[in-house]
């Protein structure tokens, strides 16, 4: 560590009296005003990328969400076809909810299994 000390004081002694030779207050104020204009170019751009990139994740997102309500519409209009067809074959539960109608199904399919198991068994 004191060797690291030992080289800052050398150099600290040795340039202490020195000035930059050619030195242009006028290029300095140039290059400084062309550096800040290529950090506002660059802020800007970073600006248009970003606002470019937000608006293809809202037109991504916007897109698929507009797909799953589209499916959900079509799932619906699917169902109503079924049901309709379903209400045209059994005309006795049109008039029941679609709760009812499982429940009405699964009660009409076990006592078909009863039956069949009964039948069965007398053979």
């Given amino acids: 560590m004191s060797q690291l000390n030992h080289i ?4 600290s002694e040795k340039l202490s009296n020195r000035q930059a030779r050619n030195y242009n207050p006028q290029a300095w104020e140039k290059a400084s005003a ?10 800007w751009k970073k600006m248009l990328l970003g606002f470019v990139v937000l608006m293809m994740v809202s037109a991504g997102a916007s897109y698929l ?17 079924v049901e309709a067809e379903y209400d045209n ?15 009405s199904e699964i009660f009409q399919n076990r006592k078909a299994e009863l039956s069949s198991d009964e039948k069965q068994e007398t053979l």
Avoid: C, G, T
């Avoid at 800052?8 to 150099?11: A, N, Y």
């Avoid at 507009?66 to 076809?81: F, P, R, T, W, Y």
């Fill in 8 to 11: 800052d004081k050398l150099f």
């Fill in 65 to 81: 969400l507009l797909q799953e309500n589209e499916a959900i519409v079509i799932n619906d209009a699917s169902k109503q076809k």
């Fill in 89 to 103: 074959i059994h005309p006795v539960n049109a008039s029941l909810s679609n709760a009812d109608r499982s429940n």
């Fill in 34 to 43: 062309m550096l800040d204009q290529y950090f506002k170019m660059l802020f």
